[in-house]
């Protein structure tokens, strides 16, 4: 039964981003794929400081990194929270902050309680100002990201249909 949950837990959350307009997709994606950098290395932490432990996976080295967790519900969790408040920094953190602590107050214990994942040498309140810590951290990326390519319009592209060969930075009034 748990395997299954957390397979689902794995699939069911990316059929949700059908429900997303494509350019939020492609402008949360590098966010969502910082997010899953970031819990992988503190998984791998994780496992070498003994932080925590897994005790059910659904792959055979999920005893380091939760594939579920870490490929699945996180990273489309981020892309919604991202989508519904990334241009309100008070509403990101206030969501945020529920959301770690939803996490670390009530649904780690669940998982302990039901023999899924245990903290060893965490306690709850240190994962939530880890949580938060990344959540901060990613959004200050987003915020780089986001300036970064506000710039788009002033590379040139390629254009194999003839006209203009000079690919470098158009002019102000070319740009337009």
């Not at 299954?4 to 699939?11: N, S």
């Amino acid at each position: 039964m748990i395997k299954t949950l957390q397979w689902l837990f794995l699939l069911l959350p990316w059929l949700t981003l059908f429900a997303a307009r494509r350019e939020a997709v492609r402008r949360f994606m590098p966010t969502v794929v910082l997010t899953s950098l970031l819990i992988t290395i503190v998984s791998v932490m994780g496992y070498e400081f003994n932080w925590w432990k897994t005790h059910k996976q659904i792959v055979p080295w999920g005893h380091i990194v939760d594939i579920s967790f870490v490929y699945g519900l996180l990273p489309v969790g981020t892309f919604w929270i991202f989508y519904f408040t990334a241009e309100r920094f008070l509403l990101y953190l206030v969501v945020n902050l529920a959301i770690d602590a939803a996490f670390s107050f009530v649904i780690l214990p669940l998982m302990d309680r039901f023999g899924i994942t245990s903290l060893e040498r965490m306690a709850t309140w240190q994962t939530f100002v880890l949580d938060t810590f990344i959540s901060l951290l990613i959004y200050a990326y987003y915020k780089w990201q986001t300036a970064s390519a506000d710039m788009k319009g002033t590379i040139d592209r390629p254009s194999f249909s003839g006209g203009n060969r000079d690919w470098g930075l158009r002019s102000r009034r070319g740009a337009r």
